[in-house]
Nanobody, 115 residues
Framework: QVQLVGSGGGLVQPGGSLRLSCAASGSIANIYAMAWYRQAPGKQRELVARITSGSSTNYGDSVKGRFTISRDNAKNTVYLQMNNLKPEDTAVYYC?????????WGQGTQITVSS
């Protein structure tokens, strides 16, 4: 059974940076898009960033210019570089792979931005 395993979360001060990564534990063919979502307490899950198989990207308005998504197709891995973090970025971040076989989700990793 394929699982997505994320890493890189933690506590960071405002203005700091973190890099998240998410890799598939097994082989997933025909991945159309990889993405990061986040969910803050009491709020709905929202799209942070998405990257397609052709490397087209789109970002949520609140993270544009600060976050960068990238992918390594050979490793079935997606990354999220987060710079200039703000307290409102505090949330659980989930990776997502949309593939021919279905929609896969990571277990979630906590990001807390606080001084």
């Amino acid at each position: 059974q394929v699982q997505l395993v994320g890493s890189g979360g933690g506590l960071v001060q405002p203005g700091g940076s973190l890099r998240l990564s998410c890799a598939a534990s097994g082989s997933i063919a025909n991945i159309y898009a990889m993405a990061w979502y986040r969910q803050a307490p009491g709020k709905q899950r929202e799209l942070v960033a998405r990257i397609t198989s052709g490397s087209s990207t789109n970002y949520g308005d609140s993270v544009k210019g600060r976050f960068t998504i990238s992918r390594d197709n050979a490793k079935n891995t997606v990354y999220l570089q987060m710079n200039n973090l703000k307290p409102e970025d505090t949330a659980v971040y989930y990776c997502n792979f949309r593939a021919l076989l279905g929609n896969f989700w990571g277990q979630g990793t906590q990001i807390t931005v606080s001084s």
